[in-house]
Nanobody, 124 residues
Framework: QVQLVESGGGLVQAGGSLRLSCAASGRTFSSYAMGWFRQAPGKEREIVAA????????HYADSVKGRFTISRDNAKNTAYLRMNSLKLEDTAVYYC?????????????????WGQGTQVTVSS
């Protein structure tokens, strides 16, 4: 069993930056692909960014390309999402998730483990 804990969310003005962290329990973090998802009120959960087991292959939603950066440190069992140039529409609860296997997908149901989420609110 793997447990994930997100941190780093908060209230930020438009144009600002935040870095989210996702700390995983257990010693098999490097065996999983991981993704960051978000869910705004009244909307479905959507992929934000994903990476394979090593961090060498990444994917970004079109809406965040060039602004967000996903990374992971397998030695620390931690993944990160650096968010720059935040926009009002980035407001959501952000979740990290792990998928068994080395490769990522963009489909939430294919991820086995989820964190509790961290709120990101971007104000004008």
């Amino acid at each position: 069993q793997v447990q994930l804990v997100e941190s780093g969310g908060g209230l930020v003005q438009a144009g600002g930056s935040l870095r989210l962290s996702c700390a995983a329990s257990g010693r098999t973090f490097s065996s999983y692909a991981m993704g960051w998802f978000r869910q705004a009120p009244g909307k479905e959960r959507e992929i934000v960014a994903a990476t394979n087991w090593s961090g060498g292959s990444t994917h970004y939603a079109d809406s965040v390309k060039g602004r967000f950066t996903i990374s992971r440190d397998n030695a620390k069992n931690t993944a990160y999402l650096r968010m720059n140039s935040l926009k009002l529409e980035d407001t959501a609860v952000y979740y990290c998730a792990l998928r068994r296997g080395n490769s990522f997908t963009t489909t939430p149901r294919e991820y086995a483990y989820w964190g509790q989420g961290t709120q990101v609110t971007v104000s004008s």
